[in-house]
């Protein structure tokens, strides 16, 4: 099994073993349907990747960080439970699960399951969005949409899509729900590798918002801001961003 046909098993047999967390805590409240999930999903993926790859270094959000990727040629970055909020809301569909490859400064591999909506997209195949409406969408968390989208939004004349965690919101883009997610709230590695290597298989425009090069494997994961869209939206979305 190559990394690209790993990422892409671990990212749905963790969404799969999501939902029946999901199932198992129906009756449960919100945060302990939370909890499980995280802890669940992270031990399943530490333990597989230990499995399947143990020469390699492994960075998840649910885990300690320990130093010893920072000199790993070979480093999974993975959140188990992107969107715990929606995870806990019963019917929502708007979580994922990132699975990403991180290699001598690249990231080479990387898939984002969808598991409420039965799909994972993984690398190196992912096919490109359909053709683009009229009016550019601009997809924004569903509480806090940050002013930098709104700009992007009004600078567009564009509408805005609310949805959930990061990596639905890129998914959204490669599906042809929305044409463009900027974030400048404050991620994490974990938060958009997967996404952003999904979101690159299938052509689409990936950089920090000022235009600069998204470096993963970093001594502080901290990765404060993400822009992810159409190839043909960057220049107009840099203009505002940048």
């Not at 399943?44 to 020469?55: G, I, Y």
């Not at 920072?70 to 809301?89: H, K, M, N, Q």
């Not at 195949?125 to 509480?143: D, G, K, L």
């Amino acid at each position: 099994m190559n990394d690209h046909e790993l990422a892409a098993r671990l990212a749905s047999d963790a969404g799969r073993l999501l939902l029946a967390v999901r199932d198992e805590l129906a009756g449960a409240t919100a945060a302990e349907r939370k909890s499980a999930g995280d802890k669940r999903s992270h031990d399943f993926l530490v333990e597989a990747l230990a499995a399947e790859r143990p020469d390699d270094a492994v960075l998840s959000e649910e885990g300690i960080d320990d130093p010893v990727r920072l000199a790993a040629d070979r480093v999974w970055i993975v959140d188990p439970l992107d969107g715990t909020r929606e995870f806990s809301e019963l019917g929502r569909g708007d979580w994922a699960v990132h699975v990403a490859l991180w290699q001598s400064g690249e990231l080479v591999a990387g898939a984002v399951a969808l598991p409420a909506q039965g799909i994972t997209l993984a690398t190196p195949h992912v096919p490109a969005p359909p053709p683009a409406p009229s009016q550019p969408r601009i997809v924004v968390s569903r509480t806090r949409p940050p002013a930098i989208a709104l700009a992007v939004r009004e600078h567009l004349d564009g509408n805005l899509v609310e949805m959930g965690s990061a990596g639905a919101k890129a998914a959204s883009i490669v599906q042809g729900l929305a044409d463009v997610y900027v974030h400048a709230g404050g991620q994490y590695e974990w938060d958009n590798a997967a996404p952003v290597a999904v979101a690159r298989a299938a052509g689409l425009h990936t950089s920090r918002i000022d235009g600069s090069r998204l470096e993963y494997n970093r001594r502080d994961p901290l990765l404060p801001d993400v822009l992810i869209c159409r190839p043909e939206l960057a220049d107009a979305v840099l203009a505002v961003t940048a």
